[in-house]
């Protein structure tokens, strides 16, 4: 279902930055390396930094969403990476580089 999405929407995701925050029992890493590969297809840049929340320490009884404060680095990171991506990406979303 995501990927659908994506893939529909795919000339809205060109020339922009994504980092990727994942969650599982080994942190989601191979989704979100899966989806890396996706993004480098939909002409996107993904960022180095990568937060990945395991099942064991961040969710209460596997359920309930509580995170550690030792994630907010890699939170701040991550974002501080894809703003700066996006930032350099922006002439390349302006219209005048569309023609």
Sequence with gaps: MLKNAIDFLYAEWNNKAVG????????????AE????VAGELQMADVRQQVALSL???FENFSVFKPGAYNVDAVHTML????????ALAPL???ASAS
């Design 20 to 31: 990727f925050v994942s969650y599982g029992g080994v942190g989601g890493a191979r989704a």
């Design 34 to 37: 899966h989806l890396r590969l």
């Design 56 to 58: 064991i320490t961040e």
């Design 80 to 87: 501080n990476q894809v703003i700066a991506w996006s930032t």
């Design 93 to 95: 979303r302006s219209p």
